[in-house]
């Protein structure tokens, strides 16, 4: 489809400006100006409309039908949320407001839903503190590495590393290499969890903390997990809980009592606020009591006669990692959720993600090879090393799959599966969708076996097929400039 | 049970294919003793309930003052067709693009919008976004680090003090020797800075308009650190830039900000979009996010995520950036607003608010004991007073009469205590900035 630039036409006007009512300035500096209007586009309202809703319906969204794409928890967005996001009370809100003398009165409401989300996310995760701060999960990551490194400045530690399993996701050892840690990696054992032996070689006095995420990407639970955290904690080191994959756990077990310090909640993944192609999420911060002066500034805390103020007297404090109390629209959203879901609505999210993802194991273990067989949590990996042999790669079964309607899983990870199928169905999809899903992924497999080249040949009916992406890395075109600039 | 499909029925069955007795069994893997009981917390609500509850917190909030606050994060208006187009469910329930076939959508939108952001910005190359305005000095900051590896980075202190704090906090372990520069009347002190920089020096920042308002010509400094083998790093707001000359004509390396004017609601602090744009030279050491143009076997045009080499998936602790989910929609959405308006509409709004604020301007200092902190310097749409007691006094005193008048600039300089940060965007009308007058008037 042609870029919006192009269709621009000279002259034509957009949206009408509110115009001026006050005299035009008189003390124009002529150097600080622009020489020339940003060659934006001229369109009319039609126009600008029409080309985002051609644009739209080149997407896949979860409202448009199946998406297991594993580790990202895509299930269903209530809308009731987005309605309540979009209160005038709420978004209308200037985030300075709290700063200036009196103004903490006037945002008691947007106080007491971050105060509230704190003292859910402890209950739900077994923490003492929560700092809703973080804008997404690798940013919680970050945090949460920030909070380590305070932590054993303060005590005086001298650790450098960061321990991480050959499953995790990247931005793992990506945010403790940013927090200025060295990363070191653990192997994971034949069950496909980390092994407690291997852990055990890797752990000095220089190891700061574990980051591990539970269930694992695998879709396992390490039933020595506790037996980790006391390791750790045996040389000072810190259990962080990469959340994740928390659907698998809500109402069954919590990360603190299992021995984790830190964790961080992907709001946009649990919590059901919308992916929005990309973000924004959230990704609020959890920790034990003994790291809770090092959150970030500022806090809510409530006073006895039931009001909130935000503190920002914490001398041992990381200090901001954002610029006021987080994603709050997000916050608000996640909050709209579990009021709907409530405790016993909790549980069954993890009962019925738990059930699906099992469900559709079971169906296709006879199809494909499943590494580690027996029960899973919330997501099942695959392996198409029996395609494969055909020349079907993980790949191509994602592109059949696009062919058939649905999202492809996760694909190529975890690392540690050979052409791994990460497939991660949640609560909120139906029998009949994932018995859809099932035959689409049976058919293919009878496909790669009788006539592979059909497979290969997909995706067909999409608007461009399979796109030259290493052109795009070498021959990068990453803007579209306006001539005289280009 | 709200948002799950299956019935009892379906479950059963289920469990029978799978061959466990019960639900409970699936979870047979977690140790009993690290099991949970029912979880404290009150059961749930309908649909109505929660709007009812939640509307009620909405209340207790205060949104109707005539607001004068910016800061950094200003109240501009949102056209009906933004919301419209932005909440269109393909956009908002996909996720990052790793599909390119089905989501043409979303990559030819991170494509454009890199586009506008170049164009806005004057520079060559833009990622798909980062968090916010803060994090996206930050992440030039590590930026710069990485291309010169260099160990300085010199901060002029009329960048936003937020976000100073922010830097502050994210390098403090690990070994930047991190120097702030005091401002003068104003704007960047250019002995301050000839003196802070060196041949160590991976960066210098600076903030246009800056954190007073004032704007700045700052080719000179482009020069100077460029002299010395650093970047210059340009935040910037970006509805300025409808009149204002773009970093990329002053000579910066790169160009971040604050996108949240573009569109976004001020939403008590986020969702908002942090934007970053540089030269081409310096684009494979870019975090984050980027869309590119390529074809199809059949040469039809089409866009993917790519340079991912960079990234965390990929490259793990070697990555140029950890961020994985940025602000996709917030993205999509500075460029919907930005086309919505378009070429002549961006330049009308910008020239509004700063006709809007010279004469607010104006019309405050007439009123007496009131002047201007900064009488020598340009300003776009936000500027300081000096008032004849503390700004803090004078802002609770404008809240009972039903305004925002602006930010005590005390809080973060203590030495400015009875100054007032005004801001004015195209939302005041002459008679709110009248009243605002007239107000104080009454008040000093």
Known sequence: MKLIFDKSVPGRGGVRGVGSDVPSR???????????????????????????????????????????????????????????????????????????????????GALAVLRRMDLLLREICGMSAFTMQPLAGAHGELTGTMIIAAYHADRGNDKTTILIPDS?????????????????????????????????EALDENVAGVMLTSPNTVGLFNARIHEIADRVHAVDGLMYYDGANLNALLGRCRPGDAGFDIVHVNLHKTFATPHGGGGPGAGPVGVVD??????????????????????????????????????????????????????????????????????????????????????????????????????????????????????????????????????????TESKETLDAFIAAMVEIADQAESDPDAVLACPTTTVIGQLDETLAARKPDLASLAPREA | MPFIANTDAQRQAMLEAIGVESVDALFAGIPPELRSGPLNIPPGLTEQEVRTKLGALAERNTTGLIGFLGGGFYDHFVPAALDAIVSRS??????????????????????????????????????????????????????????????????????????????????????????????????????????????????????NPNFFGCVDEVTDLAELVHSKGGLLVVSCYPISLGLLKPPGQMGADIV???????????????????????????????????????????????????????????????????????????????????????????????????????????????????????????????????????????????????????????????????CLLVAVTEKRTKEDIDFLAHTLEVIL
């Open chain 2, 256 to 418: 971040v900000g604050e996108g949240q004017s573009l569109g976004m609601s001020l939403s008590f602090g986020g969702p908002y979009l942090g934007f970053m744009a540089t030269l081409k030279k310096h684009m494979r050491k870019m975090p984050g996010r980027i869309a590119g143009r390529t074809v199809d076997a059949r040469g039809r045009q089409g866009f993917v995520l790519t340079l991912q080499a960079r990234e965390q998936h990929i490259r793990r602790e070697k990555a140029t950036s950890n961020i994985c989910t940025n602000e996709g929609l917030c993205a999509l959405t500075a460029l919907v607003y930005l086309s919505l308006l378009g070429k002549t509409g961006l330049a009308d709004l910008a020239r509004t608010c700063a006709d809007k604020a010279g004469y607010a301007q104006q019309r405050l200092a007439q009123v007496p004991g009131v002047t201007v902190r900064f009488p020598r310097r340009w300003y776009f749409n936000e500027f300081v007073l000096n008032l004849p007691m503390t700004a803090d006094k004078v802002i609770r005193g404008l809240f009972h009469r039903g305004l925002a008048a602006g930010f005590p600039l005390g809080r973060y300089w203590p030495e400015m205590n009875n």
């Open chain 1, 168 to 200: 995790a996701h990247g931005t793992n050892p990506a945010s403790a290499a940013i927090a200025g840690y060295a990363v070191r990696t653990v192997p994971s054992n034949a069950e496909g969890v980390m092994d407690a032996d291997a852990l055990a």
């Open chain 2, 90 to 207: 393909e956009f908002y329930t996909a996720y990052t693009p790793y599909q390119p076939e089905i989501s043409q959508g979303t990559l030819q939108a991170i494509y454009e919008y890199q586009s506008a952001i170049c164009r806005l910005t004057g520079m060559e190359v833009a990622n798909a976004s980062l968090y916010d305005g803060g994090t996206a000095v930050y992440e030039a900051i590590m930026m710069a680090l990485r291309i010169t590896r260099r160990s300085r980075v010199v901060v002029d202190d009329s960048v936003s003090p937020i976000y100073r704090k922010m830097v502050r906090s994210y390098t403090s372990n690990l070994g930047i020797d991190l120097v702030e520069t005091p401002s003068a009347e104003g704007l960047p002190d250019r002995r301050a800075l000839a003196e802070a920089i060196d041949d160590r020096t991976a960066a210098v920042i600076v903030q």
């Open chain 1, 290 to 427: 003994k790291l809770a002066e090092f959150l970030p500034t500022s806090v809510v805390r409530e006073r006895d006669d039931g009001s909130f103020y935000l503190d920002y007297d914490r001398p041992k404090s990381i200090g901001y990692v954002a610029p006021f109390y987080g994603n709050f629209g997000i916050i608000l959203r996640a909050y709209a959720y579990i009021l709907m879901l409530g405790a016993e609505g909790l549980a069954r999210v993890a009962d019925n993600a738990v059930l699906n993802a099992n469900y559709v194991s079971a169906k296709l273990k006879d199809r494909y090879d499943l590494p580690y067989p027996g029960p899973c949590m919330h997501e099942c990996v695959f392996s198409a090393a029996r395609q494969a042999l055909k020349g079907v790669r993980a790949i191509h079964i994602a592109k059949a799959l696009i062919d058939r309607g649905v999202h492809p899983p996760t694909v190529y990870f975890p690392l540690i599966v050979h052409e791994a199928m990460m497939i991660e169905p949640t609560e």
């Open chain 1, 26 to 108: 008189a003390d124009i500096k002529p150097d600080l100006l622009r020489d020339a209007p940003a060659e934006l586009p001229e369109l009319s309202e039609l126009d600008v409309v029409r080309h985002f809703t051609a644009l739209s319906r080149l997407n896949f969204g979860v409202d448009s039908g199946f998406y297991p794409l594993g580790s990202c928890t895509m299930k269903y967005n209530p809308k009731a949320a987005e309605h309540v996001a979009n209160m005038p009370g709420f978004a209308a809100l200037h985030p300075l407001l709290p700063q200036l003398p009196g103004g903490e009165m006037m945002v008691q």
